[in-house]
């Protein structure tokens, strides 16, 4: 369980901060953690020893180099990309974080679209940052994209995630343009998912075109290193400088940079558990959109949003009687009784499919 604020500690908090509940990610001991998006296949061997190498050489009694010129310069090959155009975070958390802090702030506004990651809320808060909120389609989730344009127009911040987290769908990137050029402000795009994506799903390829669009990317979800953190945004030197000027200079530990190198220059290990982790999504998919009153929605992403009924009830009964933990949604507006199931691996899929054919 989460710690509690006491009444008299929230008294003297910081009105935007006193609003707040630590982050519980409802983690329980269970044998099938499929709550919290990870790749749970875990790295291919090659791929742990290079990492643990690069780890080992490390000078821990140093300080680490602030912008992990190493990272930069091992993502600037990938990407294709000037290192100078690239921010690395302490998980793309950090971020958005810092993007708050950089471009929010009180009297600007984000626009949102949720339901989204709830943690672009959360620092829009911290950061008295008012939100203007362009809900998504109540059956599809598909984003209204004259609405997203017109609100984008005073925006000084707009998010956009693809795939989204929870519902699984791709921004068009004729909304991304169409966004880009009615907004004076930030556009982000939010790929956390994207390596889940079908090839040129991805707005970098906007990115010559919008100097105010950024592309946000993780090292968590594809690349196995969610316990690593390191995120990372792709946009203009001027973005890239100004994120810069507001993190703390030595939020990247030496150990993740030293991970971060060698996860990225051995990426192509993790391609084949990528493509296996998309084909289990569709088999998934398949056996569970079979079962009676179980609605699942398409997705681009390495997770399934699924409607049941009484959710929060299955969600209780699959953690209890089968030791497998998903993420209940059903108190999310506009999520009415959903979960959100990671696509693990296929022993983990078939313990999933069992548990929700026997609670169906
Ligand atoms: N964006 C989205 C949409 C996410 O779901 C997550 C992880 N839950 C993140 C960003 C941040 O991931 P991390 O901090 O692990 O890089």
Same mark, same amino acid.
């Given at each position: 369980?989460?710690?509690?604020?006491?009444?008299?500690? %929230?008294?003297?908090?910081?009105?935007?901060?006193?609003?707040?509940?630590?982050?519980?990610?409802?983690?329980? %001991?269970?044998? @099938?953690?499929?709550?919290?998006?990870?790749?749970?296949? !875990?790295?291919?061997? =090659?791929? %742990?020893?290079?990492?643990?190498?690069?780890?080992?050489? @490390?000078?821990?009694?140093?300080?680490?180099?602030?912008?992990?010129?190493?990272?930069?310069?091992?993502?600037?090959?990938?990407?294709?990309?000037? =290192?100078?155009? $690239?921010?690395?975070?302490? !998980?793309?958390?950090?971020?958005?974080?810092?993007?708050?802090?950089?471009?929010?702030?009180? *009297?600007?506004?984000?626009?949102?679209?949720?339901?989204?990651?709830?943690? &672009?809320?959360?620092?829009? !808060?911290?950061?008295?940052?008012?939100?203007?909120?362009?809900?998504?389609?109540?059956?599809?989730?598909?984003?209204?994209?004259?609405?997203?344009?017109?609100?984008?127009?005073?925006?000084?911040?707009?998010?956009?995630?693809?795939?989204?987290?929870?519902?699984?769908?791709?921004? =068009?990137?004729?909304?991304?343009?169409?966004?880009?050029?009615?907004?004076?402000?930030?556009?982000?795009?939010?790929?956390? &998912?994207?390596?889940?994506?079908?090839?040129?799903?991805?707005?970098?390829?906007?990115?010559?075109?919008?100097?105010?669009?950024?592309?946000?990317?993780?090292?968590?979800?594809?690349?196995?290193?969610?316990? *690593?953190? $390191?995120? &990372?945004?792709?946009?203009?030197?001027?973005?890239?400088?100004?994120?810069?000027? @507001?993190?703390?200079?030595?939020?990247?530990?030496?150990?993740?940079?030293?991970?971060?190198?060698?996860?990225?220059?051995?990426?192509?290990?993790?391609?084949?558990?990528?493509?296996? $982790?998309?084909?289990?999504?569709?088999?998934?998919?398949?056996?569970?959109?079979?079962?009676?009153?179980?609605? @699942?929605?398409?997705?681009?992403?390495?997770?399934?949003?699924?409607?049941?009924?009484?959710?929060?009830?299955?969600?209780? %009964?699959?953690?209890?009687?089968?030791? $497998?933990?998903?993420?209940?949604?059903?108190?999310?507006?506009?999520?009415?009784?959903?979960?959100?199931?990671?696509? !693990?691996? =296929?022993?983990?899929?078939?313990?999933?499919?069992?548990?929700?054919?026997?609670?169906?």
């Amino acid at each position: 369980m989460p710690q509690t604020i006491s009444a008299e500690v %929230r008294a003297l908090m910081r009105p935007s901060a006193a609003a707040l509940e630590p982050y519980d990610p409802a983690f329980s %001991r269970v044998e @099938v953690n499929l709550s919290a998006n990870e790749n749970t296949y !875990g790295m291919p061997a =090659p791929a %742990r020893e290079a990492t643990l190498a690069e780890i080992a050489a @490390v000078a821990e009694n140093r300080y680490p180099v602030p912008l992990a010129d190493a990272v930069r310069a091992e993502l600037a090959q990938v990407h294709g990309i000037a =290192p100078e155009r $690239i921010a690395i975070g302490n !998980g793309g958390d950090e971020l958005l974080f810092n993007l708050f802090i950089a471009f929010g702030g009180a *009297g600007r506004v984000l626009v949102n679209c949720p339901p989204t990651f709830s943690v &672009y809320e959360l620092y829009a !808060g911290l950061a008295e940052t008012p939100i203007t909120n362009v809900p998504r389609d109540p059956e599809t989730f598909e984003p209204d994209a004259d609405a997203l344009v017109e609100a984008a127009r005073s925006a000084n911040l707009v998010i956009l995630t693809s795939p989204n987290n929870p519902t699984g769908d791709l921004v =068009p990137l004729e909304t991304v343009r169409r966004v880009c050029e009615a907004c004076s402000g930030i556009v982000l795009l939010d790929e956390a &998912y994207g390596e889940f994506s079908a090839p040129g799903a991805s707005a970098e390829s906007l990115l010559d075109t919008y100097a105010n669009l950024a592309v946000l990317h993780t090292l968590s979800k594809a690349f196995c290193l969610a316990g *690593g953190r $390191i995120g &990372y945004i792709l946009a203009s030197t001027d973005v890239v400088a100004a994120l810069a000027a @507001v993190r703390q200079p030595y939020s990247v530990s030496v150990f993740d940079q030293a991970a971060a190198v060698a996860v990225v220059r051995e990426r192509a290990l993790f391609m084949p558990t990528i493509a296996q $982790i998309v084909q289990e999504r569709a088999r998934l998919s398949s056996r569970l959109a079979a079962l009676e009153g179980v609605r @699942v929605w398409p997705s681009e992403s390495n997770f399934l949003l699924v409607r049941v009924p009484d959710a929060h009830r299955v969600w209780e %009964r699959l953690r209890d009687e089968h030791s $497998i933990l998903v993420r209940d949604f059903s108190r999310t507006p506009g999520l009415a009784d959903c979960l959100r199931i990671t696509v !693990g691996t =296929p022993e983990e899929n078939d313990r999933v499919i069992a548990a929700l054919s026997a609670l169906m």
